[in-house]
């Protein structure tokens, strides 16, 4: 297994053929919804593309002076903080995000990389269904995500780099009860929910405004949800002062390699959470990419919850574990405080939230198959709450 820094799809590299030639070739690569990125290297070089089935891919594609300039003055455009910067990020009309580096720091000509975002938002049911989580796992991930009605988790995905953290936590995002306010904050919005009040803010590329002053200000909006897209820097003491003031079910991801990695990494300089504040943290989940026939598939590898640990790091509780001969997430076994804590709040027995766990895999694994995307999905978790509702009457 590989846990960090990889992508799916192959191991080897491919050719990938482009029709059309200059910006129009571009326009083309653009359109195809299974490339997750674009790549130019300078003047007069191939194009090259990381393609979701192939992996790392040159094209036939060679852009020149004259296309290239043009297509960085339109970018430069699109941001109106670029400014006369050696280099930026700008937003594509299709929101695609495109970071540029010009010469002289560039040294074959302007390099350009589109991070695509795909139009429609992969689902939980999606991730199920391409065993990056199984059954068992989306349902205890929507106990946490939701609480019961009585006190969503706060919980961070964590992994290295592209191994699914955004995306699963998007697809997470499904769990909120529709009337929720959310509000997220990030340095570049990916985050594509289907919430009707949701607000979404995201830090202006060069304009010096921050994501600890975005967070500041959502705190003030009446938030009932706080989303960070990419927790990272000062941000994240304001966030978690804000769990201590009451904010509850916040989300977010954050680069680190396990659990105990995460902990550490919000302890320490930039980010510098004070150990005693860190046990606000409820869940974290590893994501993680695991190579199987030949493949590199992103998963689920840990779910695990904090606890206790005035004086040091909380104690880490691993409660499902990917296992490396089967591949299979399963329960380790160890209780979950998360469950008492809400059996506790609620007034359930601890079986009673055990049955609900139950009806919730079993609601989930009938749609396996059927939900109809992103939206198709929301819908059905949010008609589970309103029959929950009316049964509770
Ligand atoms: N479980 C998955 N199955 C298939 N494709 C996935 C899965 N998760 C993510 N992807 C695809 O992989 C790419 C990277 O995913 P994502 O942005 O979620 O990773 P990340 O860990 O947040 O990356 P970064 O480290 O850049 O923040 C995206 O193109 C996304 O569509
Ligand atoms: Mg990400």
Partial sequence: MSGTNAKEGPVDSCLYHVEGAGLDGLESLLNDDDLEELMILGYDKPVRVYHRESGSCETNLILDKTDIDELVERLRKANPYAGSSSYFDARLPDGSRANVILPPISVWGPAVTVRKFPREPIS??????????????AALLWLYVEGIWERPANLIVVGGTGTGKTTLL???????????RVITIEDVAELNMAHENWVRLEVPFGSGVTLDDLLKNALRMRPDRIVVGEVRGSEAETLFNAMNTGHEGVLGTLHANSAYDALRRLNSTPMNVPKQMLRLLDVIVVMGVVVTGGRRRRMVVEISETSGGEQDLPRISTI???ERETLSLVPTGVPSGFRDMLAGRSGMSPR?????????????GKLVGGTGGFRGFYDHVQDYYRSEKSHAR
């Fill in 124 to 137: 939980v049911m999606k991730l199920i269904e391409s065993g990056t989580l199984n059954l068992d796992a």
């Fill in 320 to 322: 499902m574990k990917l």
């Fill in 170 to 180: 998007n697809a997470l995002t499904s769990f909120f009860h529709e009337e929720e």
């Fill in 352 to 364: 009673q939230v055990a049955e609900e766990l139950g009806r919730r895999r079993s609601f989930l």
